[in-house]
């Protein structure tokens, strides 16, 4: 059943949204400035407003983007962190990770919002890849991960960039299990 009020080209708050933004209540700090990429309806962004410092968010869809700001969140269309400086002390993301084959695809705008490409993990190598780019020195980043996507494959992108990584959460559904990855620099390898 659709949320009523977000529009169909838009990925509406289900299952893992609600896991993320459970998460993301336990972690935000009231001096953080928070970015939930790929912010799809606003759900969790708009959860967390006034309850930090500042919250802003992306989408590459544009209507995700209007319906996010619709929920007042301070929303900008951008490919993931693209054009952004920060420095974010909390960065968010419900990625797309269902495994995509080239001719499963819909194209459309909702596409951007389930298509990990074939392993589940195209567009969160991009991401980690990213975003130490915007997450201050000591800044935190919360991903959802699906069973489906391999957890221990997406652990080892997070520490080949220099993070650490730990399941702070899951939630079994029928045919997968969600998790939420806390991952921070490794403050040992940074030499501190």
Do not use: K
Not at 27 to 41: F, M, Y
Not at 129 to 158: C, I, M
């Amino acid at each position: 059943m659709r949320d009523r009020g977000v529009p169909d080209q838009v990925y509406p708050p289900a299952e893992d949204s609600y896991l993320l933004l459970r998460a993301a209540l336990r972690e935000v700090r009231p001096t953080d400035r928070v970015l939930e990429v790929g912010t799809g309806s606003g759900y969790v962004a708009a959860g967390l407003l006034g309850r930090a410092a500042g919250v802003v968010a992306t989408d590459i869809n544009p209507h995700a983007v209007a319906c996010a700001r619709a929920r007042a969140v301070e929303a900008v269309r951008a490919d993931l962190v693209a054009g952004l400086t920060g420095p974010f002390d909390l960065i968010l993301f419900n990625p797309p990770y269902l495994p995509t084959l080239p001719d499963e695809r819909i194209d459309d705008w909702l596409e951007y919002a389930l298509d990990g490409g074939p392993t589940g993990r195209a567009v969160i190598e991009r991401f980690i890849a990213d975003v130490g780019r915007v997450l201050a020195p000591f800044g935190r980043v919360l991903l959802l991960v699906s069973s489906l996507t391999d957890l221990d494959a997406v652990r080892e992108l997070f520490a080949r960039r220099g993070f650490v990584s730990f399941v702070v959460d899951t939630e079994p559904l029928e045919d997968e299990t969600l998790f939420v990855l806390r991952a921070m620099r490794d403050l040992c390898r940074m030499g501190a």
